[in-house]
Nanobody, 114 residues
Framework: QVQLVESGGRLVQAGGSLRLSCAAS????????MGWYRQAPGKQRELVAL???????TYADSVKGRFTVSSDNARDMVYLQMNSLKLEDTAVYYC????????WGQGTPVTVSS
């Protein structure tokens, strides 16, 4: 019933910016936490950024100062603003939400080129 749908992934040049969006639907109650994970080729899925419904963010060290996670609780939207993109940011980015159990989107690919 719960669906998380990401959008915004595309090819972007290193140093550029990109905004990802996630639309959450189907939950009768608010999620405790929402955010983003990513999985690069040949690597484990890793945390990128999380945000509580109170608006408090948590970031992976690798993206601190470059990425900003935000949410629109009224519309169940979560965003990831990515600036100063690096080649190592190339990955499939997954929207994440949690309430009792974990929920995942299908992912949106981001490719950073030189």
């Amino acid at each position: 019933q719960v669906q998380l749908v990401e959008s915004g992934g595309r090819l972007v040049q290193a140093g550029g910016s990109l905004r990802l969006s996630c639309a959450a639907s189907g939950s009768n109650f608010p999620f405790n936490v929402m955010g983003w994970y990513r999985q690069a080729p040949g690597k484990q899925r890793e945390l990128v950024a999380l945000i509580t419904l109170e608006g408090r963010p948590t970031y992976a060290d690798s993206v601190k100062g470059r990425f900003t996670v935000s949410s629109d609780n009224a519309r169940d939207m979560v965003y990831l603003q990515m600036n100063s993109l690096k080649l190592e940011d190339t990955a499939v980015y997954y929207c994440y939400a949690e309430r009792i159990r974990d929920y995942w989107g299908q992912g949106t690919p981001v490719t950073v080129s030189s």
